[in-house]
């Protein structure tokens, strides 16, 4: 039976803090990176990860091209 283990950042600190290095991207780029380290996380989750953060502020989610999102940090 594999153990689950607890990850030491949630992952909308993981998020802010990619958006921070590497500055605007695609959201399907977006959500690769973070799948990268969160494995169980899915399209659902990661829209309402998006959602949650613009309402807060702290992103900006704009529509690029028929269903690509562009999404930035705001400052």
């Known amino acids: 039976m594999p153990i689950k283990v607890w ?7 993981v998020l802010l803090e990619i958006l921070s290095k590497k500055g605007a991207m695609t959201d399907a780029e977006l959500f690769n990176l973070l799948n990268d380290e969160f494995k169980d996380l899915g399209v659902k989750d990661f829209n309402n990860l998006l959602m949650r953060l613009e309402i807060g502020g702290k992103i900006r989610v ?3 091209a028929r269903g690509k999102r562009r999404i930035e940090l705001v400052t």
């Open 62 to 64: 704009t529509s690029m």
């Open 7 to 13: 990850k030491s950042y949630p992952p909308h600190y």
